[in-house]
């Protein structure tokens, strides 16, 4: 489900993009207070925040989303869980 003329766009309400396949691919150690993404039908990615499900959704593009996880495995954001 998307937007009343299909438009799937950055920062729009997640709850517009349906309930149905979302996942926690990632999750955190803070009791539930996850990021979940879902694959969507043009092949990008919409993250949004479990304790939001509602809130916005970050889309990005099957590009983006290799670029931000071959840097994690790189080690390039490990300074973002520094404390």
């Keep these: 489900m998307t ?10 309400p997640a709850s517009e993009l349906g309930e ?19 694959q969507l039908a043009d092949g990008r990615v919409a993250l949004r ?9 970050l889309i990005y593009t099957p590009e983006e989303i ?7 495995k790189q080690g390039l954001a490990d300074h973002l869980t520094a404390c």
């Design 3 to 12: 937007i009343a003329d299909g438009s799937v766009y950055n920062g729009m």
């Design 20 to 38: 149905l396949g979302w996942e926690r691919p990632w999750s955190g150690p803070n009791g539930g207070q996850c990021v979940e993404a879902k």
């Design 49 to 57: 925040q479990s304790a939001d499900p509602a809130g916005p959704a």
């Design 66 to 72: 290799a670029a931000f996880i071959a840097g994690v």
